[in-house]
């Protein structure tokens, strides 16, 4: 049986973002910390279908996620946070048109919040749907699902750069994840099982060619947060999708040196015990030696806890000798 993260370490500070922010329905939040004006941001997403109802009938019932329009709605939010978790602001986040060559997308989902060259930007994936109206019920036919990049703020710099599929013929690229900070190089994980990544010098400008070779995705454990400096390596948090039909997945941590391969992890584990429960933020604050995680559940909750870094590190006790060791956890 799987254990809660409560169970291998101490929680210290429990925030609901739900009641904070006012809306019962925002989830998965990412996050970031800003030791110099000691505050936090903040990024949510807003389903317009009930996850509990899906997973309860059939996992891929997207009669009961689209809208009767055929579409997929996800609204997001960015929030403002002090030290204390006081709300200082909060606003709508309007997304920019997100286009691929001739290819445009209905909308973002899952947005990473990063910092390259001082510049706050969302790293996130965005979406298509091809769906049909049938016997009185709506049908996806197909997705279609690319990473990008863009500024938090649309005014701040480049337009957004929509990937190209890192996998051939992979009609769903997810899950990317960069270092919290980075300055110069912009260095993205495809796949940690296999250390592979890209890295930018600069910010990407469509169209951006992709590398030659003969990879598909294999499965195994996909990138949550983004990788946060520590003594000794960099942390992030990995997902997998134990099942996908109902979906259950299981979370652990990873210490990677700075190519994100991955060093010592800890064993699998659950926030709460929920079968749908998915991290994209992680935080430090170097200053209290304290790591700030953020997670959603059954995509209509957002719940931020506070973690002793050195608890968090010494979960991470299993080493990994080669990345191909991760398709063996479970």
Not at 57 to 62: I, K, L, P, V, Y
Not at 249 to 262: E, G
């Amino acid at each position: 049986m799987t254990v809660r993260l409560g169970e291998l370490l101490a929680i210290g500070a429990r925030i609901d973002l739900n009641a904070l922010l006012g809306d019962q329905r925002l989830t998965n939040p990412a996050l970031i910390y800003d030791p110099a004006s000691q505050t936090f941001d903040v990024v949510l997403k807003k389903n317009a279908y009930d996850r509990r109802r899906v997973w309860q009938t059939e996992d891929r019932n997207w009669g009961s996620i689209v809208a009767l329009d055929g579409k997929l709605r996800v609204r997001h939010v960015h929030a403002r946070l002090r030290r204390d978790f006081g709300l200082i602001a909060q606003r709508p986040l309007a997304m920019p048109p997100l286009r691929l060559g001739s290819l445009d997308f209905d909308g973002a989902d899952d947005l990473r919040i990063v910092a390259w060259n001082g510049r706050l930007c969302l790293l996130g994936s965005c979406y298509r749907l091809a769906a049909a109206l049938r016997e009185g019920r709506w049908r996806v036919d197909a997705m279609t699902m690319r990473m990008f990049i863009t500024p938090l703020d649309p005014a701040d710099g480049p337009a957004p750069c929509v990937f190209p599929p890192f996998f051939a013929a992979a009609a769903m690229d997810k899950n990317w994840v960069a270092h919290e900070r980075s300055e110069g190089e912009l260095a993205l994980s495809i796949d940690f099982n296999r250390n592979l990544w890209l890295a930018f010098d600069r910010f990407p400008r469509d169209p951006v060619a992709m590398p030659r070779h003969g990879l598909a995705w294999q499965g195994g454990w996909s990138g949550s947060s983004s990788l946060v400096p520590v003594e000794h390596g960099y942390l992030a948090v990995l997902h997998r999708a134990v099942s996908m039909n109902p979906s259950v997945y299981l979370h652990m941590f990873v210490l990677c040196d700075a190519r994100f391969r991955v060093l010592r992890r800890s064993q699998p584990f659950t926030f709460e015990g929920e079968p749908v429960e998915f991290c994209m933020g992680l935080t430090r604050d170097a200053r209290a030696r304290q790591l700030i995680l953020a997670y959603g559940v059954w995509d209509d909750q957002a719940r931020l806890v506070t973690l002793a870094e050195q608890d968090a590190l010494a979960l991470c006790a299993t080493q990994v000798r080669e990345p191909g060791e991760l398709y063996l956890v479970k």
